[in-house]
């Protein structure tokens, strides 16, 4: 059976880049609109995308208002109830929703997830974080946040949980953080599971991935990174009992396209120039931790960063890229703003999937629009008839699950 | 005080699959009812996200979904209320539920002090959805500026039971704050904008209605704040009879009625008695609002930041 390349949106109605907002061509109002989200869930099932993806965060995430006020990122729709509304108005694309293991419950949210896959005939996906920001303690009446090994274990057992109930299976638990004592009954899902997402990048957080997730996220900005990380995660599945073709690896890709790939690289650098400086500042001290970075000059190297309770794999990252290509403030931060945008023309980036996918990169990508909708329209009209035309994704969606359109078994009944 | 009286339609017995649901929605939308009211049951779907669902399948009909103070985190409820509310522009309700009993069943923390939770509780939700003023967000690509950090307040509430700093995540919801749905037991008045009255007797009723209406002041609010709703009776042919003496003793602003959700089960109902409601002139022939507050004729609240005492 040919391996398809599969193909993830990710829905930010803000845009990927910070300043995507700004775009002349962007809908500044989008995030709270959800008409305009109803018409690009069916731009993206038109041009035949295996999923949408909503990422999230319980909480408004920083106290840095000067720089939070200028970005998109302080509103958003709850992602089950967005995506259980766009279940009306698609009838083929995958809904995949992130939420938390750290401040959810198990009933909640094999419940929920249950509920989607119902409506929605199949189409659901978890993809499953452990939070990072500390402010969303804050909601949940923790004051400490749960340190990074010890969420990684509640989030172990919480996944085991979650699916023994959508087997219909669970009538006594008792762990180390969760006692139910049963029965308990949730509506068993179409898929048997929804399909499980997952991202991590630290060691303890590859190994949670390669457990419990069957799509996995990651962010790599060259080949030769991905295809190490693809190797490793592989074997890492293979590791725990799990068969590696069962998994598919999808990097983030953030595309701009033109007809030249001037233009494109043009219409990339007018995104970075919407970034005001305080948000420049904020977007390194989110990613790395919180130093203060007032007084160096954004035209100026990065300074050295000591380790916090934040995600330690990105910051690794970016302070490697940083010393690497010896890259100022400003230029990390236009950098982590887009996520790298791949800007080029449609053949061109077409290419580079193809080259990822048949190079040991990835299985699939996670795709990211700087800003919205155009990026999202001219992907659907100008590189996926390229991706189709050299047989690398079909023309139509075969399978009647989403399960079936990534090609994934059915889980077997956990026991 | 209502024009009309108002109907709040509840689905009986067990739950089908998602066009059926659907179906007997858009029966009860076309029949002009004020809204549906969800339970939340074990073995059916979580009650927000099949009401996230419902709420893009239709246009004027609000829906109520159940959820209770003693399962949930206020934050994860007061994000999926208030995002329900945007995507149906302003037609969300929340019918405050206390239960406690199956909590240990799943895995979900037992409280010895259920209602004193579900009062914190309310107040938390209620101050959540307060996060951001009606005008926070200017979204200004001109100046850049997204929101206004001056109208975003976190809530920083510490009580016994519960803390939540906040702010929510989320715009101020369209009805500025979603329907409030009490049961009859609830002493707590300050933010119900729905009471269910439990009296079959019609004297009973005037009563308990009056009583509702002069506490209202007791907690800051007008009589027609807070609406009273009766459930009706088996339906004959003397229900339009009912109707009318209950809402003009009065006993009741307004009238629940319960029926399974095959195809069918609304017929008599929606053919025989809303139409006689109408020719008494005790029923809306159309929608004239588009939020479930309009339909109960009930005001938009400002923000509690909005009157200036609280910074």
Sequence with gaps: ?415 | MSREPHLILEPLGQQPETDTILSFVRTAEHAKFDAVLFPDLAGEFEPTTLLATLAAATSHIGLITTGSTAHHEPYHLARAIASIDHISKGRVGWHVATAHDDGEALGLDVHADPNGRAEEFLDVVTGLWDSFDDDAFSRDKQSGLYFDPERMHALGYNGKHLSVAGPLNIARPPQGRPVIVADSSADDLRFADVVFSDQRDLAEAARFYAAIKSQAAEFGRAPGDITVFSTLPVITGATADHIESWFHAPAADGFTVAFPYQPGALDDFVEQVIPELRRRGLFRHEYTGTTLRDHLGLARPLSRYATGLLQ
């Design chain 1, 1 to 415: 059976m040919t391996r398809n390349l599969t193909l993830g949106a990710l829905v930010n109605a803000g845009g990927g880049h910070v300043a995507g907002w700004r775009h002349p061509e962007a809908h500044a109002a989008g995030l709270m609109d959800f008409d305009f989200h109803a018409e690009l869930a069916t731009t993206l099932e038109r041009g035949r995308f295996d999923t949408l993806f909503i990422a999230d965060a319980v909480a408004v995430w920083g106290h840095q208002l000067d720089s939070l006020s200028r970005t998109a990122r302080a509103e958003r729709f709850e992602p089950l109830t967005l995506l259980a509304a766009l279940s009306t108005v698609t009838s083929h694309i995958g809904l995949v929703a992130t939420a938390t293991t750290t401040y959810n419950e198990p009933y909640h949210i094999a419940r929920k997830f249950a509920s989607l896959d119902n409506l929605s005939h199949g189409r659901a996906g978890w993809n499953i974080v452990t939070s990072i920001v500390p402010f969303e303690a804050a909601n949940f009446g923790r004051a400490e946040h749960l340190e990074h090994s010890l969420r990684y274990r509640r989030a172990d057992e919480f996944v085991d949980v979650v699916r023994r109930l959508w087997d219909g299976e669970l009538t006594h638990h008792e762990g180390e953080h969760f006692t139910l004592r049963g029965p308990v009954t949730i509506s068993r899902p179409p898929q048997g599971h929804p399909v499980l997402f997952q991202a991590g990048s630290s060691d303890t957080g590859k190994d949670f991935a390669a457990r419990h997730g069957e799509v996995l996220f990651t962010v790599q900005p060259e080949l030769a990174a991905a295809q190490a990380f693809y190797t490793d995660i592989k074997a890492r599945v293979g590791k725990a009992g799990r068969d590696p073709d069962t998994v598919l690896v999808w990097p983030v890709l953030s595309p701009l396209v033109a007809d030249t790939e001037t233009e494109a690289r043009r219409r990339a650098a007018e995104l970075d120039e919407l970034i005001h400086d305080d948000v420049a500042r904020r977007l390194i001290q989110d990613a790395i931790g919180d130093l203060d970075l007032s007084g160096h000059s954004l035209d100026g190297p990065v300074p050295d960063i000591p380790e916090t309770n934040r995600s330690k794999s990105s910051r690794d990252v970016l302070l490697g890229l940083a010393r690497k290509e010896n890259l100022t403030i400003r230029q990390l931060a236009h950098r982590i703003s887009g996520g790298s945008i791949v800007a080029g023309t449609p053949e061109q980036l077409a290419d580079r999937m193809e080259l990822w996918f048949s190079e040991g990169g990835a299985d699939g990508f996670n795709v990211s629009f700087p800003y919205l909708p155009g990026p999202a329209v001219d992907f659907v009209e100008q590189v996926m008839p390229i991706l189709r035309r050299r047989g690398l994704v079909p023309a139509e969606y075969e399978g009647s699950t989403l399960r079936d359109n990534l090609g994934l078994p059915r889980p077997e009944v956990v026991r």
